[in-house]
């Protein structure tokens, strides 16, 4: 028998049993793939908190066991270890106190959130103990999990069980560090790194001391590899991760090709292919009298669906729209998110009504009719370490007008740059008049029909499957084990 390579992989959150954004796409797809790959032979196993979530989806589980685990402060975690499935890969549930099944994914209260993860990067360790599983390597994500990198130095460096464990950090999102877990650190035995290249508030922080601390940090797209050793995208700690750029790797996100195919997806009410493309635009007719929008295809619709927050741009689309409001085009958002950004939509929208729909609210199924009618998708994000809806936007035909930042670069082939291959827009002046002008061109372009389709075309053509990437991440694994 082969051995297989042992994977732990430790995430907030996991689609479809909890999920809140991107990471949980991302952790419910790859671990998939990498388990699939014939070429490789893996066993990854995901371990997950049991969050109430999970419980009130429901899916098949039973428990394992359970271990009490004692902390270098002398108290006693009581933990619970449940195993369910998702596809071909085994999902572990964490339970202790502190994630308490009674509580939402992410609090927003520092402190809880706090003591969430900080025990739960403790507990994984204790579970591959407790169930005898000798990760070759530990694959922690963004700064919920980041901690369990560094309990192997703090807490497990005598261990034997972890000797030759190597680790892996993906950053999904930089700027979300885990500032605010300090008390729930020093309560669970944590103390500050001594790495003398952080930056004294970092020492003493979850994400950049999981940086310090791992053999290999891979972001979700190359170009975010580069942005974050740059002062405007490195948060702070860019001149440590210009000086260890050489564990900085990139590798970008892919999106479930089969869940998210316009010839098949059974949520829309016209099905298309790039050779039918006129049935696409009968659920862009069908849309706009849905909404009560003029109907016809010469109005072009433009399109957004996002979380509403700082970082996905909203006061420069706002802004943007605004300096070309004259133009004949149509605009659909749905999202939610922080309150201030959902009123600023609101307000807005009532200026131009018949013009500005904002449906704020989380609706997987009217996403799809919105990727699967829209002219255009909108994404003039702030940052972007990957980016799913413009990778999703593109397989409906959907054209993407974006910020040329990280994973949205990496995966828009720009118009200005190669009218041929071209799959979007893309502008590089991150400002509303940067918006507006490229927006304005993308509306020029939408009336010769020929260029449109090219472009459209192009973009449904794109391979984003994430067995791309799995074999990219398959890998930076061999490659870290070899080392
Ligand atoms: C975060 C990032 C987003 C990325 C996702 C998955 O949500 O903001 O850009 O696509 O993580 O990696």
């Given at each position: 028998?082969?051995?297989?390579?042992?994977?732990?992989?430790?995430?907030?959150?996991?689609?479809?049993?909890?999920?809140?954004?991107?990471?949980?796409?991302?952790?419910?797809?790859?671990?998939?793939?990498?388990?699939?790959?014939?070429?490789?032979?893996?066993?990854?196993?995901?371990?997950?908190?049991?969050?109430?979530?999970?419980?009130?989806?429901?899916?098949?589980?039973?428990?394992?066991?359970?271990?009490?685990?004692?902390?270098?402060?002398?108290?006693?975690?009581?933990?619970?270890?449940?195993?369910?499935?998702?596809?071909?890969?085994?999902?572990?549930?964490?339970?202790?106190?502190?994630?308490?099944?009674?509580?939402?994914?992410?609090?927003?209260?520092?402190?809880?959130?706090?003591?969430?993860?900080?025990?739960?990067?403790?507990?994984?360790?204790?579970?591959?103990?407790?169930?005898?599983?000798?990760?070759?390597?530990?694959?922690?994500?963004?700064?919920?999990?980041?901690?369990?990198?560094?309990?192997?130095?703090?807490?497990?460096?005598?261990?034997?069980?972890?000797?030759?464990?190597?680790?892996?950090?993906?950053i999904h999102n930089l700027p979300f560090n885990g500032w605010g877990s300090?008390?729930?650190?020093?309560?669970?035995?944590?103390?500050?790194?001594?790495?003398?290249?952080?930056?004294?508030?970092?020492?003493?922080?979850?994400?950049?001391?999981?940086?310090?601390?791992?053999?290999?940090?891979?972001?979700?797209?190359?170009?975010?590899?580069?942005?974050?050793?740059?002062?405007?995208?490195?948060?702070?700690?860019?001149?440590?991760?210009?000086?260890?750029?050489?564990?900085?790797?990139?590798?970008?996100?892919?999106?479930?090709?089969?869940?998210?195919?316009?010839?098949?997806?059974?949520?829309?009410?016209?099905?298309?292919?790039?050779?039918?493309?006129?049935?696409?635009?009968?659920?862009?007719?069908?849309?706009?009298?849905?909404?009560?929008?003029?109907?016809?295809?010469?109005?072009?619709?433009?399109?957004?669906?996002?979380?509403?927050?700082?970082?996905?741009?909203?006061?420069?689309?706002?802004?943007?729209?605004?300096?070309?409001?004259?133009?004949?085009?149509?605009?659909?958002?749905?999202?939610?998110?922080?309150?201030?950004?959902?009123?600023?939509?609101?307000?807005?929208?009532?200026?131009?009504?018949?013009?500005?729909?904002?449906?704020?609210?989380?609706?997987?199924?009217?996403?799809?009719?919105?990727?699967?009618?829209?002219?255009?998708?909108?994404?003039?994000?702030?940052?972007?370490?990957?980016?799913?809806?413009?990778?999703?936007?593109?397989?409906?035909?959907?054209?993407?007008?974006?910020?040329?930042?990280?994973?949205?670069?990496?995966?828009?082939?720009?118009?200005?740059?190669?009218?041929?291959?071209?799959?979007?827009?893309?502008?590089?002046?991150?400002?509303?008049?940067?918006?507006?002008?490229?927006?304005?061109?993308?509306?020029?372009?939408?009336?010769?029909?020929?260029?449109?389709?090219?472009?459209?075309?192009?973009?449904?053509?794109?391979?984003?499957?994430?067995?791309?990437?799995?074999?990219?991440?398959?890998?930076?694994?061999?490659?870290?084990?070899?080392?």
């Amino acid at each position: 028998m082969i051995n297989k390579t042992k994977v732990l992989f430790a995430s907030a959150e996991v689609a479809p049993f909890a999920k809140v954004g991107g990471l949980g796409d991302v952790s419910g797809a790859l671990p998939i793939a990498l388990n699939g790959l014939e070429s490789e032979s893996f066993d990854l196993r995901i371990f997950m908190p049991f969050h109430a979530r999970v419980r009130e989806y429901n899916p098949p589980h039973h428990l394992i066991g359970s271990f009490n685990f004692k902390l270098t402060n002398d108290t006693n975690l009581q933990c619970e270890l449940y195993l369910s499935q998702i596809a071909n890969t085994k999902v572990y549930l964490l339970d202790d106190e502190y994630i308490n099944h009674n509580s939402p994914v992410y609090h927003g209260d520092w402190r809880l959130d706090g003591l969430k993860y900080v025990s739960f990067s403790l507990l994984v360790l204790e579970a591959a103990k407790y169930l005898d599983w000798q990760p070759d390597i530990l694959h922690a994500n963004d700064w919920h999990t980041a901690l369990a990198i560094n309990a192997l130095e703090q807490h497990y460096k005598k261990d034997p069980f972890f000797k030759n464990t190597k680790t892996v950090l993906s950053i999904h999102n930089l700027p979300f560090n885990g500032w605010g877990s300090q008390e729930a650190m020093s309560m669970l035995g944590f103390y500050p790194t001594t790495d003398p290249d952080l930056p004294d508030w970092a020492k003493f922080t979850p994400l950049p001391m999981g940086i310090s601390a791992t053999d290999l940090v891979i972001t979700v797209s190359p170009g975010y590899a580069k942005e974050i050793t740059t002062p405007h995208f490195g948060c702070g700690i860019e001149h440590y991760l210009q000086k260890h750029e050489y564990k900085l790797m990139g590798i970008l996100n892919g999106i479930d090709v089969d869940s998210f195919n316009p010839e098949t997806d059974a949520s829309l009410p016209y099905q298309f292919s790039t050779d039918r493309l006129y049935e696409r635009v009968r659920n862009k007719l069908e849309l706009q009298s849905q909404l009560g929008l003029d109907v016809g295809h010469q109005h072009p619709l433009i399109t957004m669906v996002s979380r509403l927050t700082h970082q996905k741009g909203l006061d420069l689309l706002l802004d943007g729209l605004e300096k070309i409001v004259d133009q004949p085009w149509q605009f659909v958002l749905l999202g939610t998110g922080e309150t201030e950004i959902e009123n600023r939509v609101s307000h807005f929208a009532k200026r131009y009504p018949n013009k500005i729909i904002p449906i704020l609210k989380y609706d997987e199924k009217f996403a799809r009719m919105l990727y699967a009618s829209g002219d255009m998708f909108t994404m003039p994000s702030l940052y972007e370490p990957c980016g799913l809806s413009q990778m999703i936007a593109m397989r409906y035909g959907n054209i993407p007008v974006a910020s040329a930042t990280g994973g949205l670069r990496d995966s828009i082939i720009d118009y200005q740059q190669q009218p041929n291959e071209a799959t979007g827009f893309l502008f590089t002046d991150i400002s509303a008049d940067g918006f507006a002008s490229t927006l304005s061109k993308a509306l020029e372009l939408f009336e010769d029909k020929v260029i449109w389709t090219q472009i459209q075309r192009n973009a449904m053509q794109q391979d984003f499957s994430w067995h791309h990437s799995a074999i990219t991440y398959a890998n930076a694994y061999k490659n870290l084990l070899n080392r």
